[in-house]
Nanobody, 115 residues
Framework: QVQLVESGGGLVQPGGSLRLSCVGS??????MGWYRQAPGKQRDLVAT???????VYGNSVKGRSTITRDNAKNTVYLEMNSLKPEDTAVYYC???????????WGQGIQVTVSS
């Protein structure tokens, strides 16, 4: 059974930083990444990364975020800096299996940027 477990969210002050982690189990994964969904809005891309380290970033976080992964640990990380109130959202880990390209999602983790 494939599972993705996120950690590292919480309340952060504007201008602060955070690091999210997502540990996958039950499969190896090709693309892993992060998406986020604010109340009343669609789920948007934050960043993705391939096993070889090729990254793609969403426009809203480009230049303020770094996605990395540890293939041996089946873990993907997201570091975000210069956080803004508009970064407040539920952040979801996503991972795709190399066979059948099936997507899996974590349960989501809340990030709130507020003073």
């Amino acid at each position: 059974q494939v599972q993705l477990v996120e950690s590292g969210g919480g309340l952060v002050q504007p201008g602060g930083s955070l690091r999210l982690s997502c540990v996958g189990s039950g499969s190896i994964f090709s693309i892993m990444g992060w998406y986020r969904q604010a109340p009343g809005k669609q789920r948007d891309l934050v960043a993705t990364i391939t096993p070889g380290g090729t990254t793609v970033y969403g426009n809203s976080v480009k230049g303020r975020s770094t996605i990395t992964r540890d293939n041996a640990k089946n873990t993907v990380y997201l570091e975000m800096n210069s956080l803004k109130p508009e970064d407040t959202a539920v952040y979801y880990c996503n991972a795709r299996t190399p066979i059948r390209s099936r997507d899996y999602w974590g349960q989501g983790i809340q990030v709130t940027v507020s003073s």
